[in-house]
C-alpha cells in the first residue's frame, strides 16, 4: 500500500478532531486519562506546541520542514526528557 504525507486543510479538521478524541479514548483505556485533558487541542488555534523524544529524528526533521521551532527541554513527572517545539500561525 502507497502512503503518503500532505499537509492538513479546514476540511480535514473533522477527521483530525475524531482521531485525537479516539486518542483520548485509548489512553483513558490504557491507564493515562489526562491526555489532552478536555480542552486540547483547540479548533480555533494559532499557537501549536509539540514535544518527542530526543531520539526521534524522523519527528524532528518533518517539525523543522513544517516550520516548529525547537524551544527547549522539558522533563515529566517521571523524569523521562522530552523536545519541545512551537509554530505560531497567523490566524487571519
Not at 479538521?13 to 478536555?38: A, F, K, T, Y
Not at 499557537?47 to 524532528?60: E, L, S, V, Y
Request: with cysteine.
Amino acid at each position: 500500500m502507497e502512503r503518503f504525507v500532505r499537509k492538513a486543510t479546514a476540511e480535514d479538521l473533522p477527521v483530525v478532531l475524531d482521531l485525537i478524541e479516539s486518542g483520548r479514548r485509548i489512553m483513558r483505556e490504557n491507564g493515562n486519562p489526562h491526555l489532552w485533558g478536555d480542552s486540547h487541542p483547540t479548533v480555533e488555534t494559532n499557537n501549536i506546541r509539540i514535544d518527542t523524544h530526543r531520539d526521534n529524528k524522523p519527528i524532528q526533521g518533518a517539525l523543522a520542514e513544517a516550520g516548529f521551532h525547537y524551544c527547549g527541554i522539558i522533563h515529566l513527572l517521571d523524569g523521562d526528557e522530552r523536545l519541545t517545539y512551537q509554530k505560531i500561525t497567523d490566524s487571519h
